[in-house]
């Protein structure tokens, strides 16, 4: 049975796919960052994560192929999801950030809506797995996902995500993690022309942009996407944009207990760092996809 209409307003953010080319590395990269890394989870198509959960029900989901026969496969039968993931690949390389996923309680509706709006990328997805605690416990998850994407944004797309079925798991012990990190509250994309993105971006997401020139916002019930050229990227963080592109996720800010905490977990870690006014920003790496900010919130 089809759910109802979904209640008005912008969609929450869900979860943010970071491609990688090794789980191990991924895993070993979050832990020196200070996070708690999920138990390895096997999809039906192929691909495999090891995520990352945060208080506020938001998840980064690092993504590695783990059967490529099983992946080919799926791409033949026309999975977007992972033919999404292997283009992402073939242009930007194995490590990254491809997709901005929102939560909604109508997959099928939000189809309908791209399509209408030309900006479908392909059929729905529905799919099952099994999710693990942190005390070993497994129950099985199961999504179903509508896809967005413009016709010239190819290193990036959104999808809306349904969750049909919630595992009865504990993920507290997931969410408490060394850093004292609680949340995502902003997401930062880049674009060498961002008006161009701004009707996907708000069609996909139901928010209107707020803003105008080199930075657009565009608000969530639980964090604001970001929509930035170059030039105000590097500004911002001190960091180069990198490649030109249409449209590019590159960014993370997490919200933290205690930047204090943070500076001496990264310096423990070895890993380099620098501070920028009241963020603590950390350059990709191998297994980390995007830039990571770190902000205190009081």
Same mark, same amino acid.
């Given at each position: 049975?089809?759910?109802?209409?979904?209640? *008005?307003?912008? /969609?929450?953010?869900?979860?943010?796919?970071?491609?990688?080319?090794?789980?191990?590395?991924?895993?070993?990269?979050?832990?020196?960052?200070?996070?708690?890394?999920?138990?390895?989870?096997?999809? *039906?198509?192929?691909?495999?994560?090891?995520?990352?959960?945060?208080?506020? @029900?938001? /998840?980064?989901?690092?993504?590695?192929?783990?059967?490529?026969?099983?992946?080919? !496969?799926?791409?033949?039968?026309?999975?977007? =999801?992972?033919?999404?993931?292997?283009?992402?690949?073939?242009?930007?390389?194995?490590?990254?950030?491809?997709?901005?996923?929102?939560?909604?309680?109508?997959?099928?509706?939000?189809?309908?809506?791209?399509?209408?709006?030309?900006?479908?990328?392909?059929?729905?997805?529905?799919?099952?797995?099994? =999710?693990? %605690?942190?005390?070993? !416990?497994?129950?099985?998850?199961?999504? !179903?996902?509508?896809?967005?994407?413009?016709?010239?944004?190819? %290193?990036?797309?959104?999808?809306?995500?349904?969750?049909?079925?919630?595992? !009865?798991?504990?993920?507290?012990?997931?969410?408490?993690?060394?850093?004292?990190?609680?949340?995502?509250?902003?997401?930062?994309?880049?674009?060498?022309?961002?008006?161009?993105?701004?009707?996907?971006?708000?069609?996909?997401?139901?928010?209107?942009?707020?803003?105008?020139?080199?930075?657009?916002?565009?608000?969530?019930?639980?964090?604001?996407?970001?929509?930035? %050229?170059?030039?105000?990227?590097?500004?911002?963080? @001190?960091?180069?944009?990198?490649?030109?592109?249409?449209?590019?996720?590159?960014?993370?800010? =997490?919200?933290?207990?205690?930047?204090?905490?943070?500076?001496?977990?990264?310096?423990?870690?070895?890993?380099?760092?620098?501070?920028?006014?009241?963020?603590?920003?950390?350059?990709?790496?191998?297994?980390? @996809?995007?830039?990571?900010?770190?902000?205190?919130?009081?």
């Amino acid at each position: 049975m089809t759910a109802g209409p979904c209640p *008005p307003g912008p /969609y929450p953010l869900d979860h943010l796919v970071l491609p990688t080319a090794s789980l191990d590395v991924a895993r070993a990269r979050l832990v020196s960052l200070g996070f708690v890394v999920a138990p390895t989870g096997i999809h *039906p198509f192929g691909t495999e994560n090891c995520c990352v959960f945060l208080e506020d @029900g938001t /998840y980064l989901e690092p993504l590695a192929v783990g059967n490529g026969q099983a992946v080919a !496969k799926a791409i033949a039968d026309g999975n977007v =999801f992972v033919a999404r993931d292997r283009a992402y690949r073939d242009r930007c390389g194995s490590e990254g950030f491809s997709a901005l996923v929102l939560g909604t309680e109508n997959a099928d509706a939000d189809h309908a809506r791209y399509i209408e709006a030309g900006l479908s990328a392909g059929d729905m997805l529905g799919f099952s797995r099994a =999710f693990t %605690d942190a005390a070993g !416990k497994s129950d099985m998850a199961s999504f !179903k996902l509508a896809f967005a994407s413009g016709t010239g944004a190819t %290193d990036a797309f959104l999808f809306a995500c349904e969750r049909i079925n919630a595992p !009865k798991v504990d993920r507290t012990a997931l969410q408490i993690h060394p850093n004292g990190a609680t949340g995502i509250i902003e997401v930062v994309a880049v674009s060498n022309e961002p008006s161009k993105q701004h009707r996907l971006i708000s069609i996909a997401t139901r928010s209107p942009e707020t803003g105008q020139g080199s930075s657009t916002a565009f608000g969530l019930p639980n964090a604001t996407l970001t929509l930035l %050229d170059p030039v105000a990227f590097e500004t911002r963080f @001190g960091i180069p944009a990198g490649a030109p592109s249409e449209l590019r996720f590159a960014g993370i800010v =997490f919200s933290v207990l205690s930047a204090g905490t943070v500076a001496k977990l990264l310096a423990a870690s070895t890993v380099e760092h620098d501070i920028r006014g009241n963020d603590i920003v950390v350059r990709p790496a191998s297994g980390q @996809g995007a830039t990571f900010i770190f902000r205190e919130i009081a």
